[in-house]
């Protein structure tokens, strides 16, 4: 077995004969030596083969990233490295073996690569020996090996549930197996282990965890795969602070062991509500501030037809201020910010410029100076603030101007690099309203308890039934979410009654799960992190690939396996399968 790893020498290690093993990340023959930048898993030292060696020839027709063995002596090097912590030394070669010599690669493998993405994914395997890969790799395990340790600290039973499951309804579209021994009949692979956590505190487990595959065929996004994992967890006899507070524990440990960072806990709280009127959104990045404003009261007698009839239709005319940027956004700027929000269904952006102690911009004209004095009286306007304004529905106000905050925080660089900003969002509808299907679907999911308060509201009043959820914010990104469960059968019927299910499809659908309710169900709520999405702000990715030593790409495809692929119809036979129709 391999007994050294390259950077554990040093200037104090010259004199030592050592047997060194990995890959040629570089050779250069230079003045009648080979130099050899030798690569293992934990960096690079430099080889030199002198002419008089037996091997010389061997070395000189090296290929870059071929595997070789060398036994060799350390020596203090003339021209030092200080980037490299074996920079100091070299190890002069006296024997060398070959293991196996490399054709010509692909792509350069090198950390400013310029082989494109496609490619890089097709020969995954040689993407993984640039640094950053396997340092993010290396950054997934160390987080891994923090979340169980964790748990196990905490009294948490590690359990798996099962990947060929029954279609549980988690909100997105499921991936189906079809059964061999069933034909016609088909698996599907979770989409999370929702039922199976819950089934495990019925079973009587109190504390369950696992570093759950999750599985949901959806439209992929930069930070959306189709199989991605989840830091799950399931607790009995808890309220929503106790799986908060878990969490925050779990949270701290990670971020202390991985990042060195201290987290002060508790950490923030925001209701759903507040985060929607403040941020336009429930997962709002508070690295930076620019608030959303409304600006409702100050025009609540305006004479000016767009802001009045918004009002009139108990609508919203919201704002962000822009401290200090008037100048960096000309007209033609702002109509590119315009058509911006118009895609979060604004129907225009109003801008006003504070330069020179006056006011400009596209409604100057049509407020009063009144209207202008309170505005900068109200939120301190000063010299140079640009002020963008959304007069629209409530909703999409909010929205558009909180979209439009994250856009301008990015460009004007007001983001601090490794800066870490949490929150909880709680207090979350039980509800949205979905247009497309023209009826109330679940925010989180079916299970999730409403306040106790609010029962009586799932079916006469959902709009304002509020629920047990909350969802932990990192930076913008939702990195997990979670709930108290209903735990007695007739709120859960109620629920699924609520959703538009009739008791026969409910049955259909989780007769089992329903059944379970009846033979004492203790309280109980829990949680999913996303570790993928973790692992990208702890390696400070946006591109959730990075972390993923086999990821797909945006069609759901592993360019590397060619999968998914035509199977042989010998194998469709047996499942009962006929293709009608080919792409
Ligand atoms: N199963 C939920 C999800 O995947 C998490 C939870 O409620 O625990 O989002």
């Known amino acids: 077995m391999k007994k050294h790893k390259n950077i554990e020498f040093n200037i104090k290690n010259v004199g030592e004969n050592v047997v060194l093993e990995g890959w040629v990340a570089k050779k250069r023959n230079l003045g009648g030596l080979v130099f050899i930048d030798l690569r293992d898993r934990s960096g690079i030292i430099q080889l030199v083969v002198r002419p008089e060696q037996k091997d010389y020839d061997l070395a000189s027709n090296l290929k870059t990233e071929s595997v070789i063995r060398i036994e060799g002596n350390i020596v203090e090097r003339e021209s030092k490295n200080p980037k490299l912590s074996t920079g100091e030394i070299e190890v002069i070669v006296e024997k060398l073996e070959v293991f ?50 964790f748990f196990y600290e905490e009294g948490f039973i590690e359990i798996e549930t099962p990947i060929l499951c029954k279609s549980t309804p988690e909100g997105a579209r499921d991936y189906l197996v079809p059964s061999r021994v069933n034909n016609g009949n088909f698996y599907a692979l979770p989409q999370s282990p929702q039922i199976f956590k819950q089934l495990l505190m019925i079973g009587g487990m109190e504390k369950y965890y696992q570093i759950a595959k999750c599985f949901r065929d959806e439209d992929l996004r930069a930070d959306r795969q189709p199989e991605f994992t989840q830091v799950d967890l399931e607790m009995s006899f808890v309220e929503e602070e106790d799986v908060m507070s878990t969490t925050e524990r779990l949270l701290a440990k990670v971020f202390s062991e991985v990042k060195g960072i201290d987290l002060k806990l508790p950490l923030s709280r925001m209701k759903y509500n507040d985060a929607i009127r403040d941020y336009g959104s429930d997962k709002p990045d508070l690295r930076f501030d620019m608030k959303i404003e409304s600006l409702n009261k100050i025009f609540k007698d305006t004479e000016f037809t767009v802001f009045k009839s918004v009002l009139e239709s108990s609508g919203e005319i919201g704002c962000i201020i822009v401290k200090g940027s008037a100048s960096n956004y000309s007209r033609k700027e702002i109509d590119k910010l315009t058509d911006f929000v118009k895609t979060y269904k604004a129907n225009g952006l109003a801008w006003l410029k504070y330069t020179e102690s006056d006011f400009s911009g596209s409604i100057r004209k049509v407020v009063t100076d009144e209207n202008l004095k309170k505005i900068q009286e109200q939120f301190g306007i000063e010299e140079n603030d640009l002020i963008l304004i959304i007069a629209d529905q409530y909703k999409v106000t909010k929205t558009a101007l909180g979209a439009l905050r994250t856009k301008l925080a990015h460009e004007l660089s007001l983001i601090k690099k490794d800066d870490y900003q949490f929150t909880w969002i709680t207090d979350f509808p039980s509800f949205e309203y979905s247009e497309e299907e023209n009826r109330y679907v679940a925010c989180h999911h079916p299970f999730t308890a409403p306040k106790d308060e609010d029962i009586d509201k799932l079916i006469s009043d959902k709009a304002n039934c509020y629920s047990k959820a909350y969802d932990i914010v990192i930076n913008g990104y939702e990195a997990g979410g979670g709930s108290i469960r209903i735990h007695r059968a007739e709120v859960q019927k109620k629920m699924f009654e609520a959703l538009g299910f009739t008791m026969e499809q409910a049955k259909e659908k989780f007769g089992f799960f329903l059944e379970a309710f009846d033979y004492g169900t203790p309280p109980h709520g829990g949680l999913a992190l996303g570790l993928d999405r973790l692992t990208m702000l702890l390696v400070g990715t946006e591109n959730i690939r990075d972390v993923i030593a086999f990821p797909k790409t945006a069609s759901a495809s592993c360019l590397m396996s060619e999968c998914p692929n035509r199977v042989d119809p010998i194998q469709l036979k047996e499942l009962g399968i006929e293709i009608t129709k080919k792409n």
């Open 100 to 149: 196996s010599m490399a054709h010509d690669l692909p792509f350069e493998i090198s950390e400013d690569t310029t082989a494109l993405e496609d490619t890089r994914l097709k020969y995954r395997y040689l993407d993984l020996r640039r640094n950053s890969l396997k340092e993010n790799l290396i950054t997934r395990s160390k987080l891994m090996h923090v979340i169980r340790n």
